[in-house]
């Protein structure tokens, strides 16, 4: 699939029917995804069910990279340039990730828009968002 250039049309191609100006609007703008990802990666990095896949990862790029990728999932600008979902997370398949593990990551999310006060019908609709992807992060 998509070099990385590419990323963005393929995204539109794959999850556009889902895009949703208002949503990224709706959650408060670049301001509130950033703050929201910030606050994601601390739990995720807690949370001894799914840190193991972060050991050694530069975790600053990939917050950058998370946020670009996120702005864009929810229907802000596309700036996310790097690898496609599948990608980016097969060697991680090889490691042994699994639906467990997803559910664990969209548990962290949701806390996570939780503690800043997003309401639960925006949150089912980023859940939504990010539920689409398992099938390609998982590689299946
Ligand atoms: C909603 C689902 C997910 C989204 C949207 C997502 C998003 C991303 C993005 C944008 C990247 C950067 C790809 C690149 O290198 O260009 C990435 C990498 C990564 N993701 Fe995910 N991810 C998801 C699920 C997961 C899950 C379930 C795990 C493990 C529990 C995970 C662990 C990782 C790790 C460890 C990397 C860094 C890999 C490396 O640099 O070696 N992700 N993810």
Not at 28 to 51: C, E, M, P, Q, T
Not at 106 to 125: C, H, S
Request: proline residues 2%; hydrophobic residues 40%; charged residues 25%.
């Amino acid at each position: 699939m998509a070099e990385k250039q590419n990323l963005a049309d393929w995204y539109d191609e794959k999850y556009g029917k889902m895009h949703n100006p208002p949503l990224f609007e709706q959650l408060g703008g670049s301001g509130a995804v950033d703050a929201a990802v910030d606050i994601f990666y601390r739990k995720v990095l807690n949370d001894k069910r799914i840190n193991h896949f972060f050991e050694g990862v530069d975790m600053d790029k990939q917050a950058a990279k998370q946020k670009a990728f996120l702005t864009m999932a929810f229907g802000g600008p596309h700036n996310y340039t790097g690898l496609d979902m599948r990608k980016g997370h097969a060697h991680l398949v090889t490691q042994g990730l699994n639906d467990s593990h997803f559910d664990a990551v969209m548990e962290n999310l949701a806390g996570t828009l939780k503690e800043l006060g997003v309401a639960d019908n925006l949150i089912g609709q980023v859940a939504a968002i990010a539920e689409s992807t398992r099938d390609d992060v998982l590689g299946r």
